[in-house]
């Protein structure tokens, strides 16, 4: 299927933990796709946030930036899928990275559609 992203880590019944993400870059979003029989919980330490992370829960994350980890579960099966852009791509192609996320540039395109 189509993605904009490079790469997909399939991780299968494993604890993360607390950790930065080496491979992609600062300014990008990656996102994390829980699936499985069992929900978890995905901690983001810098904001103090504990968020539920049930299968079917997407979150985007800036992994480079922010600490992230999923601690032991209870019983079930969990699976996540990342997905990620690798920063090295930019720097073989010479490409500029994406400027920072804004909260105006997701919320605005919204409000103007949908707030008439």
Same mark, same amino acid.
């Given at each position: 299927w189509p993605s904009i992203y490079l790469a997909i880590d399939v991780i299968v019944n494993q @604890? $993360?933990?607390?950790?930065?993400?080496?491979? =992609?870059?600062? =300014?990008?979003? %990656?996102?994390?796709?829980?699936?499985?029989t069992c929900g978890a919980c995905i901690h983001i330490s810098e904001i103090g946030t504990i968020f539920d992370y049930k299968p079917g829960t997407m979150i985007y994350l800036a992994g480079k930036v922010? $600490?992230?980890?999923?601690? /032991?579960?209870? /019983?079930? @099966?969990?699976?996540a899928l990342a997905h990620y852009m /690798? %920063?090295?791509v930019h720097n073989r192609f010479g490409l500029p990275r994406p400027p920072f996320t804004q909260q105006k540039h997701v919320l605005g395109k919204f409000l103007q559609t949908h707030c008439r």
């Open positions: @604890e $993360t933990p607390p950790h930065l993400d080496q491979v =992609s870059a600062p =300014s990008l979003l %990656d996102l994390v796709i829980s699936l499985g922010l $600490t992230h980890s999923v601690p /032991k579960w209870g /019983k079930g @099966e969990r699976i /690798k %920063d090295a």
